[in-house]
């Protein structure tokens, strides 16, 4: 099971759920709390944004810029992936008549927010249906092309889907959006620290994602990079000082979004130890310092969920190419299975065989169960998941 030195999960118990909120090594975690006993030594001192809050935080922007290849300029700080979405969603001109476009696998908390604005503007909301299983990325394009119109203003994609745990083929949903006009806001929450990012090249023009999962970052943080051009019309969730006083940042968009009202900057300031955590757990090339985290993951979860195929005599739902370091498998003998169920299902698990992942109804056809790899994981674990599983089914 997990190094207890190393990271904090309790030892008695399989973790395969990084995907759900991160974990945080010890060594982060220790940072987080000196970083709050600086604080609360002087509390003026280390949060007044004129005194010396906001070049720490600008500190930590640039790691953030370095690491995904953007300009800290264009990144403001959120304290997660659902408001990062929130925010950018409920700033956007829209007009009775437009369309917005998600998917069937984003992230149910994200489009409650898409279809809140779209309600309030008189807008509508398009589920585009991208197929799982699914064969090829190129089906995930042939959802989203059919389903755009004139009026298709803006879209929200995943760029790692949360139920289905399948990279999205982002760079070229990016260009099919901008040939129709269309923005796109991708909801990267699982891909820092899972893919390497380039979000210059992406070209997007809203980005968000999580620091407390693949970054190990502490709960709760993350950001949201937004192109220039549309910065003056993004408002954070929470107005504050920085909409109407100067001090609070370099830019109207960074002064609003630096200050949401006194709070606890110690997950932001925390981040850079968690990366250098990672960054030193394998061999990496010098141009990306996790390449040898991802591939090591990515293959911990490929090599997993074969095992458990099989194991379970199951084709694969998706192919290897596009897993990052999740995998849903669909497990068609709880098909019929009641919520009750499965939820049954789930607390056996967990309960009788100390194993930590989720099972959902992904859909009518479909209850899967999600595995995470991250470098506290072995392939060992999964081994006592697939005899679990096979009890199970
Ligand atoms: C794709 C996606 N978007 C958004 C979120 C929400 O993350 P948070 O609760 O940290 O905002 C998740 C969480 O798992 C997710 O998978």
């Known amino acids: 099971m997990t190094d207890s030195n190393t990271w904090l999960i309790r030892e008695d ?3 395969l759920n990084h995907g759900s909120f991160g974990a945080t090594p010890r060594c982060v975690f220790e940072e987080q709390h000196h970083w709050q006993r600086q604080l609360e030594n002087d509390p ?23 690491e995904v290849n953007a300009s800290p300029n264009d990144i403001a700080f959120v304290r997660n992936a659902t408001e990062g979405v929130n925010a950018v969603i409920r700033s956007l001109p829209l007009s009775a008549g437009d369309q917005i476009l998600v998917t069937n696998h984003g992230y149910n908390a994200c489009i409650n927010a898409v279809q809140e604005a779209a309600r309030s503007a008189g807008a509508s909301v398009l589920n585009a249906q991208v197929p799982f299983p699914i064969r090829h990325p190129d089906e995930v394009l042939d959802a989203i092309r059919t389903q755009l119109t004139p009026n298709t203003k803006w879209m929200l994609l995943d760029h790692v889907t949360s139920p289905t745990g399948i990279v999205f083929p982002i760079a070229e949903l990016v260009d099919i959006a901008h ?7 991708v909801d990267g929450a699982h891909a820092p620290g899972m893919l390497p990012l380039n979000l210059s090249e992406l070209n997007a023009d809203y980005y968000t994602a999580n620091h407390h999962k693949w970054w190990c970052g502490p709960k709760v943080s993350g950001f949201l990079h937004v192109a220039a051009e549309h910065q003056s019309e993004v408002l954070p969730s929470i107005i504050s000082h920085g909409a109407n006083l100067e001090g609070f940042g370099p830019t109207p968009f960074q002064s609003q979004f630096n200050w949401p009202g006194t709070f606890d900057p110690s997950p932001l300031l925390a981040l850079p130890t968690a990366i250098d955590f990672l ?11 996790l390449d040898g985290l991802i591939k090591r993951n990515h293959d911990l979860v490929v090599q997993a969920r074969r095992l458990l195929l099989d194991r379970l005599a199951l084709a694969e739902p998706a192919p ?37 992942l989720p099972i959902f109804r992904f859909d009518e056809e479909n209850v899967c169960l999600r595995i995470s790899a991250q470098a506290y994981n072995s392939i060992e674990q999964y081994e006592r998941l697939a005899d679990a599983v096979a009890e199970l089914t």
């Open 13 to 15: 118990l399989d973790f």
């Open 44 to 66: 003026i001192e280390f949060l007044a944004p004129e005194r010396s809050l906001l070049p720490k935080l600008d500190r930590v922007r640039q790691v953030v810029g370095k």
């Open 179 to 185: 040939s129709n006009g269309t923005r796109v806001m």
């Open 279 to 289: 960054a030193n757990l394998f061999p990496s090339r010098e141009s990306n310092r």
């Open 320 to 356: 290897e190419s596009m897993l990052g370091s999740l995998a849903t498998i669909p497990i068609p003998a709880w098909k019929n299975h009641s919520n009750a169920e499965i939820l049954a299902i789930r607390q056996t698990l967990r309960a009788k065989h100390r194993l930590e």
